[in-house]
């Protein structure tokens, strides 16, 4: 599980919520203010989170037309919990109370350090005392520079399509990671376009270690709360392992491309 610096759940409650089972990283959104950088970082140690996802994707936020149509901010009951200890919170608040279009473009335009840069990973893991995992890779040349300063694990991800409009697919930009990452210690994850369990079994063929799944999982919190996201897990689960069977494989690691017929447009 990979918890958000903006959600509407602060990293203790969610951790609690657990009883600190489970593989949970944070996914760090970099503020411009460094010490609420730290002070994030810090609490995500202490709450035995197990890595760091860093947002590289999103230091500029992509034009969400139904957003600024609709002036999407967060209802009044909800809050950016992540921010309730620190000063950054009365930006937060300032921004969610204005009325210009979506509250979220303007939290992220003042909040985030457009400076963000490769080095900046070698000074999170030092922080943090944490791996990092570099989120939105989508090329084998940043995924080279991933590695080279001290990356963990590189994400493929195109945010969910929601930055840059016509972006290639997560799965199309996977296979050329995987080769230029070949013969390191770096893992790869993925996430993006993930609907079935067949879509997992896939990801995992052209070489991905790890998978994550969003919007199914939401989809299953709208419908039915905490049961219809075990309802959804349980299909994604029961899909991949169809898949495998179909395939004739007994184990994760029986999984190779030989399983995939791979065409890049």
Known sequence: MCLSTYSTYSMEDVADAADNEGMRMFQLYFPQDRSITVDLLKRAKAKNYQGIALTADAQVLGLRIADEHNKFKLPSHMELANFSKNAQKEKHDENETENTGSSL???????????LNWKDIAWIKEVSGL???????????????????????????????????GCLASIDALPEIVEALKGSNVEIYLDGGVRRGSDIFKALALGANYVFVARPVLYGLTVGGAKGVSGIVAVLQSEFERMMKFAGTTSVDQISKNHVQFRKW
């Not at 473009?105 to 400076?115: G, P």
């Open 105 to 115: 473009h303007n939290i992220v335009t003042s909040a985030l350090d457009q400076s």
């Open 131 to 165: 791996p990092v995992a570099v989120k939105g890779i989508m090329t084998a040349e940043d995924a080279i520079l991933a590695q080279s300063h001290g990356a963990d694990a590189v994400w493929v991800s195109n945010h969910g399509g929601r930055q840059a409009d």
